[in-house]
């Protein structure tokens, strides 16, 4: 049973528009979320987190919305660039409960110039 | 960049032979992972390390052991690769329960593992 969904595998949108990754959880223990970046052949890098007090957290041309009553987080990058072209990871934890991520299966984002 | 290193990066091996793969930290971080990707499946943990000489298994640890003798490196041994096993292997580090309550992890650059 997959606890963290990315249902979207793929998103192409165009250089200088917003590109928004979405991912739901079922586990309602969940009360911290991260997104991770991915280029070929490199490992996943630490992008932005949130943690459940906050409905919103921004970073530069990063931010993302929690919606804890539709167990949603989005990440929003405005604009896209052409260099934001990698797998999206979004991942979530139970701070406290335990010390594991639970990882979705990512979401490859192209950004066309 | 935390500093996380992998060896080796890419390797080639046959079906029943022992593998080693190896990751050191110089963050002293008490929390240590081992996850692989594969198309599909994102990332999936197989191991991981909560101090010197404790640890458990994640969602697919059949087939892989661990071992922690030091803070700084952790192993994940294939005791007998299969082709299932071909993968890219990352190691990541947690400075969770060192004063930091969130488990932010940091991955190292990965091993390409192929067994034929």
């Known amino acids: 049973d997959q606890q963290v969904k990315q249902n979207s595998p793929s998103l192409s949108v165009q250089e200088g528009r917003i590109s928004i990754l979405n991912c739901d959880y079922t586990?309602?223990?969940?009360?911290?979320f991260l997104w991770y970046k991915k280029y070929p052949a490199e490992g996943p890098t630490f992008l932005i987190s949130?943690?459940?007090?906050?409905d919103k957290n921004e970073d530069g041309r990063f931010t993302v919305f929690l919606n804890k009553s539709a167990k949603h987080l989005s990440l929003h990058i405005v604009p896209s660039q052409p260099g934001d072209s990698a797998v999206y990871f979004c991942a979530a934890n139970s701070q406290g409960g335990s010390e594991k991520l639970v990882f979705g299966k990512g979401t490859k984002l192209t950004v066309n110039p | 960049d935390a500093g996380i290193t992998q060896s080796p990066r890419h390797k080639v091996t046959e079906t029943g032979t022992p593998v080693t793969l190896r990751c050191h930290q110089t963050?002293?971080?008490?929390?240590m992972y081992w996850y692989r990707q594969d198309p599909g499946h994102g990332l999936r943990l197989i191991h991981y390390?909560?101090?010197?000489?404790?640890?458990d298994k994640g969602e697919v640890s059949d087939g892989y052991s661990v071992s922690r003798s030091k803070t700084e490196d952790f192993l994940l041994t294939l005791e007998s690769a299969t082709s299932s096993q071909t993968s890219v292997y990352f190691c990541a580090i947690s400075a969770l329960g060192t004063g930091v309550s969130t488990d932010t992890q940091y991955f190292g650059p990965g091993t390409r593992l192929t067994v034929l």
């Open positions: 586990n309602s223990m969940f009360d911290y």
């Open positions: 390390s909560y101090g010197v000489k404790d640890t």
């Open positions: 949130i943690s459940s007090i906050k």
């Open positions: 963050e002293n971080h008490r929390y």
